[in-house]
C-alpha cells in the first residue's frame, strides 16, 4: 500500500505554515501524527499534491492556563493530554475521553488537533470539546479567528476549517464550583471506536442539577448535544428518578446510522442507557 506522490514541506512556524497551506489551496494537507492520513494516503482515497509536516513547530505543543482559560496546542499528542495535571485539574472529561483512544501507539503520535480536524462522528474527543463548550482557534491568511465546539462539526468528516487553515489551539474554560464530569464509551472490544458514547458535564448544588451538557458520539455525521436531556435534567433532583426519565429522551433529534456494529435503533438504546450511566456519575 504505497501512497501516492506529493510535494512535502516541514515548515517551522505557523506563520511558514499557513503561507505554504495557501500556496497549495485545495491540493494542500496538513500532517499532525499521521493516525488518520497516512492511513487515508496508503489505502489512496485522499491525493494531496503537497502534504505539510506540522509536527516541527513548537509553538502548537502544550497545555498552559490563561486567566480563567485552558489553552492546549493543536499538536499536543492524545499521551500528553491524558497525563497533564492541568487538564486532570481543569477539563477531566477530556482525559477520561481520551484515555479511551485506541492504544498508547496511537495515543503517543495522534494529536488533539488532528482527532478534531479529521471530524469522525466515531471519535470520543470530538464529543468532549463539545460538552466542555471549548473554542477552537484556527489561523489562516487573513489572521485568527475562534469557532465554538458546537458550531467547528458541520457533516461526516466535516469541519468548518477552510484548506488554507491551520487550527492552533484549542481553549477550555475553567469549569466553576459544582462541576462534575464523566464519559461512557460502548465499544465492541477493548481499545476499539465508540459503537456510542455520551460526555456528561453537570452542575450541582444541593443535590440538585442546576445545569447539564450531554453530548453523543456516533448517534448522526457530527458530535450532537442531546438537548432534550439536558432541559430534562435541569432542576432535577440527583436522589430521585428524574435522571433516568431524562435519559430516556437522549436519542431525540439524531440520526444514528446502522453498519456493522450495531443498528440505528440499537444505537439509540444505547444513547439512552449511556446517558443514564454517564449523568449519574457525572452528578457524583
Ligand atoms: C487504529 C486507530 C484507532 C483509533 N481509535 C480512536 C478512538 O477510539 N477514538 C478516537 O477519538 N480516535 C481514534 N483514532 C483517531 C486518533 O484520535 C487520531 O489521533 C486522529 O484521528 C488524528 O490525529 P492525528 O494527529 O494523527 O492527525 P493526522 O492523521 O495527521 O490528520 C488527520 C486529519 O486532520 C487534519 N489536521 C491535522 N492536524 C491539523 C491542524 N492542526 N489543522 C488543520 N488540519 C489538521 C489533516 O490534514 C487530516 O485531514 C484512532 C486512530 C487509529 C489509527
Redesign the pocket.
Known sequence: MIPPSFEYTAPRSVEDAVRALAEGGEEA???????????LLRMRLAFPELVVD?GGIPE?RGVREDGDTLVIG??TT?HTVLRDPLVRRHAGLLAKATA????PA?RH???L???L??A?P?????TAIVALDAELVAQGPDGRRSIPAAEFFTDYLQST?SPD????EVRLPKPGDGWGFHYEKFRRATQ???VVGVAAAVRRTNGRIEEARVALTNMGPTPVRARATEAALAGADVAGDAIARAAASAAEGTAPGTDLAASAEYRAHLARVLTRRAVTAAAG
Do not use: C, I
Request: no cysteine.
Open positions: 494537507k496538513v500532517l499532525a501524527g499521521g493516525q488518520s492520513l497516512m492511513p506540522v502548537l493543536a499538536l492524545h479511551t483512544v485506541a492504544d496511537v503520535r495522534g494529536t488537533g488532528g482527532a480536524a479529521h469522525d466515531a471519535g470520543d474527543v470530538p476549517l487553515e491551520l487550527l492552533v476499539e471506536w465508540a
